[in-house]
T-cell receptor, first 117, second 115 residues
Framework: GAVVSQHPSWVICKSGTSVKIECRSLDFQATTMFWYRQFPKQSLMLMATSNEGSKATYEQGVEKDKFLINHASLTLSTLTVTSAHPEDSSFYIC?????????????FGDGTRLSIL | QKEVEQNSGPLSVPEGAIASLNCTYSDRGSQSFFWYRQYSGKSPELIMFIYSNGDKEDGRFTAQLNKASQYVSLLIRDSQPSDSATYLCAVRRLHSGGSNYKLTFGKGTLLTVNP
């Protein structure tokens, strides 16, 4: 159980393109979803926390107009990287948690490797 | 001081040995603690979580938590080459100013199990 599906797994596109990444919880309802970014040999850095039906909470230094997050349902959240540039190239990973409370584990999607040329 | 600290390694152990991975955290308000395994190029995979002081065992894995010392560890018994990966320690606390819980990751320890 607790499967999180992320799509696409790889994206290669030109600078200036906007890219949308989808994150779905397949067998549970995810009240809260999280978006992380990971650069090579670095740890996961939380970008934003997304609650179903409300605006995402962005971490300091993450531009909300650059990284648009929509959590329209209990099973789907999307991250759109707008006008992507080479420095946005990274491994983007979504995560979802079942229910509320601090002790519920987060389950991760398989990640999206984004390469901007 | 970093919020979550781990030795970056690499930690190298022979097959069949016990691998010991350590993690310290700075926020005493942290409530729950997670160990994830991440293979190269893949996303993290949950191994265990613990939120009470003491030990928690699951198969070959044992998580140990000492809140007074702000220390959490993961022991892997009978290490196998397939255990070779980066192990991420993650600590959850209430997000400041909100009601969401925030998971903060350490940089991870690279474990290599030699056949």
């Amino acid at each position: 159980g607790a499967v999180v599906s992320q799509h696409p797994s790889w994206v290669i596109c030109k600078s200036g393109t906007s890219v949308k990444i989808e994150c779905r919880s397949l067998d549970f309802q995810a009240t809260t979803m999280f978006w992380y970014r990971q650069f090579p040999k670095q740890s996961l850095m939380l970008m934003a926390t997304s609650n179903e039906g409300s605006k995402a909470t962005y971490e300091q230094g993450v531009e909300k107009d650059k990284f648009l997050i929509n959590h329209a349902s209990l099973t789907l959240s999307t991250l759109t990287v707008t006008s992507a540039h080479p420095e946005d190239s990274s491994f983007y990973i979504c995560s979802a948690r079942t229910g509320g409370g601090g002790n519920q584990p987060q389950h991760f999607g398989d990640g999206t490797r984004l390469s901007i040329l | 001081q970093k919020e979550v600290e781990q030795n970056s390694g690499p930690l190298s152990v022979p097959e069949g040995a016990i691998a010991s991975l350590n993690c310290t955290y700075s926020d005493r308000g942290s409530q729950s603690f997670f160990w994830y395994r991440q293979y190269s190029g893949k996303s993290p995979e949950l191994i265990m979580f613990i939120y009470s002081n003491g030990d928690k065992e699951d198969g070959r894995f044992t998580a140990q938590l000492n809140k007074a010392s702000q220390y959490v560890s993961l022991l892997i018994r009978d290490s196998q080459p397939s255990d070779s990966a980066t192990y991420l320690c993650a600590v959850r606390r209430l997000h400041s100013g909100g009601s969401n819980y925030k998971l903060t990751f350490g940089k991870g320890t690279l474990l290599t199990v030699n056949p």
